[in-house]
């Protein structure tokens, strides 16, 4: 993609699952990659060892692992600097950490509640305002994607929280995109529907299960994390340099509405 070599990288929660393949993505495309992780640096390990194989042959990008719970202020602070003092600036923030709680809506506890809109939606908002700071005072803009979910638009029973918290990543990605791009600032979100990865085990290994899920997709299949990866790699290029404030659905027609393919409702 044009416009990634050479540019400095933060996707947070990207040991496994689609923030692995995102990190793996931009390195293979040049850029340097700040990999966050929640608790102990070797939860980072597998994704800057693929990251490193990813690179083209005399590519000596730079790759580095960074702690922090985004839903912390003081964490989200603390990565930031260290991401900044490695790099020297950063051009691109990927917003990608996020849990998940189910639960009848009623017996949902209050404490899941909070904690998932503080790690999904919280979080997403106090990275994106320490990457604003930094693109309004080097003058350059910069990008923030974030990962949202089919779930913005698609209600998600027994998972309220997360639903909630997707729907609030829409209208964040609108309001900093409205409000920032005379700064030269572009903020777009990608929305995933099914993809393979180790969070969705129990359906992907169970036999039935995954064909129950890929039945209500119109592509027939779940998504792989390298094909999201691709989108992000895609928005934070100069080929998407017109677009922002924009969610593109990467979802295999899951927001198509599936079940009107047979005619039944005329």
């Not at 070599?5 to 293979?28: D, E, H, P, Y």
């Not at 180790?198 to 997709?217: F, Q």
Request: charged residues 20%.
């Amino acid at each position: 993609m044009p416009g990634l070599k050479g540019k400095n990288v933060l996707v947070t929660g990207a040991t496994s699952g689609i923030g692995q393949a995102i990190a793996v993505r931009f390195a293979k495309e040049g850029a340097n990659v700040a990999v966050n992780y929640y608790g102990d640096v070797k939860e980072a390990q597998g994704t800057l060892t693929l990251a490193r194989q990813a690179r083209a042959s005399g590519d000596c990008g730079k790759d580095f692992p960074v702690q922090g719970d985004v839903s912390r202020e003081d964490q989200v602070k603390a990565m930031f600097a260290k991401t900044i003092q490695e790099f020297g600036s950063l051009d691109v923030l990927i917003n990608n950490a996020g849990i998940q709680k189910e639960a009848p809506s009623h017996e949902l506890e209050a404490a899941d509640f909070d904690r998932v809109l503080a790690v999904n939606l919280r979080g997403a908002f106090l990275c994106a305002k320490e990457a604003i700071r930094h693109f309004l005072a080097r003058g350059r803009g910069g990008v923030i994607l974030n990962d949202s979910s089919v779930h913005q638009i698609i209600p998600k029973p027994t998972y309220l929280s997360y639903s909630l918290s997707k729907g609030g990543m829409g209208n964040l990605t609108r309001t900093l995109a409205l409000e920032y791009a005379g700064q030269g600032i572009r903020v777009n979100a990608v929305g995933p529907g099914a993809v393979i990865t180790p969070i969705n085990e129990a359906w992907i290994n169970d036999t039935n299960a995954k064909a129950e899920v890929e039945r209500h997709i119109p592509l027939g299949r779940a998504a792989r994390a390298d094909e999201i990866a691709s989108v992000f790699a895609f928005l934070a290029s100069d080929d998407a340099s017109y677009i922002t404030g924009q969610t593109i659905y990467a979802c295999g027609g899951l927001t198509l509405y599936p079940e009107f393919r047979d005619s039944w409702s005329s």
